[in-house]
């Protein structure tokens, strides 16, 4: 209608009142008062007796556009309200179900699991948790030639996705990183409801900005999940952590976005280490800080810790506590009682605090409302009442701080306790274990960190690692001795003397003795050569001033008004750049000089 209004073929508009042009005051008025005056076309609301040839009648318009404009705002927060306390409910009100779910046939607003995709999300899941990173996890998912998930929903029968196929049929099986990473992001799989993710700043702007998973709005344990919500906080960790599974030299770092500086708090990454070769791969990696690597040690220093020395000290101290675990209850009490930082004498002293104090506030309480009761009834002055009043408040927030004080502490003392229990009947499925992965380092470990190594006055080097475990953090540091790099490699035989000896890189090929004499030769041999090379320059050079001298001489024969002069030639040659003086010459005139 714009369109032939503009070409000039509408020159009336009717509508049956002011709300059916529109509830925007800001644009209605654009109408009214500035577009259909441009265009010559006359505008009438029936119901409202509004007609612009009228101009008395418009004058009240402005305010029936406002008055508009508040009731279509008014619907818009009652309709919120409603959407809002439907979710809260825990209410399911997407038009189709998330990939892997299905909706309710008896409560379209729940959501039960789809058999026939559910084992994708769950492998998507468990590849995610062994350290895999979105982009493998996608060409993995893209070889078992499994539809993704807008194929899958338009084979269900929803509407709008077919367009993305029409011109490759072959696109239905090609997932996106966005596709995966959507399934690693949503608490839906972990059986919660989660929404509010793109909100319209108000009801007249169409862009809804989107909000970062942290901000969401999560309804826990709505439906099922397809994982555990332990397994669903792992993957959100590794996903947020800056994660380099595998470097060029093929190592797989399994302690990736796990393993951090003890002074600088930045990650340390895995680099092979520019020195001898070794048979095993884990023994060419070490681990340094990155805040050092990139600048250098003004911002911090090294840490550097070998790979095999880590993995060993992890490895052993996870078997320790599933050992302890397993067979030693009485450990296992201790370190809970030291983790928890309260015996069970000190908490039942706060619980009876506790107690004290809730009976002491309900006490000022009653004492307010006397002497409030007092006040009114001019048994007491305003002066006293006032002290009075002011002394019982002072104490009522000084209890109150104390009291969420002790809250608090019995609180923590609780959780650590649980988690203790939680942490143990966890690590007990790793007993005996003989190798570390991704898969175990992330189900147990928060986060390690490591500290530089520390010289003692007898010459030994230690370093300190602290490991903080899931549910329970840390629990006390290790002190390892870093392994000297020479020592991984067996002993060999010297292919001179045929001695047995410990090699110092994998290319050794000689043992210390004959590597000596070796050199000693190379090095005797390399200095011959040398003074062969300058003698031979300096016999050139000899036949240079030769050739020279023959030439002044036949010029002295030739030219007149000559004088003396002194030559001085510079050798250019790579091996020998000195300046000699080669003697005075003959008699030379200046052409010849110049042709010499």
Request: charged letters at 30%; glycine letters at 6%.
């Amino acid at each position: 209608m714009i369109k032939d209004i503009e070409n000039g073929l509408i020159n009336c508009v009717i509508t049956k009142d002011l709300s059916r042009l529109g509830r925007n005051y800001l644009d209605c008025g654009l109408y009214l008062e500035v577009f259909f005056p441009e265009h010559n076309v006359r505008y009438i609301a029936v119901n409202d007796g509004v007609d612009t040839l009228n101009k008395s009648a418009m004058d009240i318009t402005p305010f029936r556009n406002i008055l508009n404009e508040m009731y279509s705002a008014d619907v818009s927060v009652k309709i919120k309200s409603a959407y809002r306390a439907r979710f809260q409910q825990g209410k399911f009100m997407g038009t189709y179900a998330p990939y892997g779910y299905i909706k309710d046939p008896a409560d379209h607003n729940h959501l039960l699991i789809d058999d026939k995709v559910a084992h994708v999300v769950r492998e998507i899941f468990d590849l995610a948790l062994a350290g895999n990173g979105i982009s493998k996890i996608r060409k993995h998912i893209n070889k078992q030639h499994v539809l993704r998930p807008a194929a899958y929903a338009a084979e269900q029968g929803a509407a709008g996705y077919e367009r993305y196929f029409e011109d490759n049929e072959e696109n239905r099986y090609i997932w996106s990183e966005n596709s995966v990473r959507g399934i690693l992001r949503s608490p839906i799989y972990a059986g919660n409801l989660a929404g509010y993710k793109r909100i319209a700043a108000n009801m007249k702007s169409k862009k809804r900005p989107s909000k970062l998973p942290e901000e969401w709005e999560v309804i826990p344990d709505t439906h099922e999940g397809i994982v555990t919500q332990e397994e669903f906080d792992t993957v959100q960790q590794l996903i947020t952590s800056r994660r380099l599974p595998e470097n060029k030299g093929g190592f797989e770092n399994i302690f990736a976005g796990v393993i951090k500086c003890a002074d600088c708090g930045y990650a340390l990454r895995a680099m092979s280490a520019n020195r001898r070769k070794r048979p095993d791969i884990i023994d060419c990696v070490q681990y340094t800080c990155n805040n050092y690597g990139r600048y250098g040690n003004v911002m911090c220093t090294a840490h550097a810790i070998e790979a095999r020395d880590l993995f060993n000290a992890v490895l052993a101290d996870i078997n320790r506590f599933a050992d302890m675990a397993v067979n030693d209850e009485r450990a296992v009490r201790a370190i809970e009682k030291r983790l928890t930082e309260t015996d069970q004498s000190k908490a039942k002293a706060m619980e009876k605090e506790q107690k004290k104090l809730n009976k002491r506030l309900a006490e000022l309480d009653r004492l307010f409302s006397s002497l409030y009761e007092d006040k009114v009834m001019e048994r007491i002055t305003e002066r006293n009442f006032e002290m009075m009043s002011g002394k019982y408040q002072k104490e009522q927030l000084e209890i109150k701080a104390r009291l969420k004080e002790v809250t608090e502490t019995l609180n923590e003392s609780y959780e650590k306790s649980q988690g203790i229990r939680d942490f143990l009947s966890l690590i007990r499925n790793y007993q005996g274990l003989k190798e570390l992965d991704a898969t175990v380092v992330n189900a147990l470990i928060d986060k390690i960190l490591v500290s530089e190594r520390e010289k003692s006055a007898d010459g030994t080097v230690k370093q300190e690692i602290k490991i903080y475990y899931k549910f329970i953090g840390f629990v006390g540091e290790l002190h390892i001795t870093p392994t000297k790099r020479w020592t991984a490699l067996p002993a060999k035989h010297c292919t001179v003397c045929g001695v047995e000896y410990v090699p110092g890189s994998g290319i050794s090929k000689y043992c210390p003795a004959c590597a000596k004499k070796i050199q000693r030769e190379k090095s005797n041999e390399s200095k011959r050569r040398s003074r062969e090379q300058k003698r031979m320059a300096c016999i050139e050079l000899s036949a240079k001033n030769d050739r020279l001298i023959w030439s002044s001489k036949r010029a002295v024969s030739l030219g007149k008004g000559t004088r003396m002069t002194r030559f001085r030639f510079t050798d250019t040659s790579p091996k020998i750049r000195s300046t000699r003086t080669c003697g005075r010459s003959w008699r030379t005139s200046r052409s010849s000089s110049a042709r010499l």
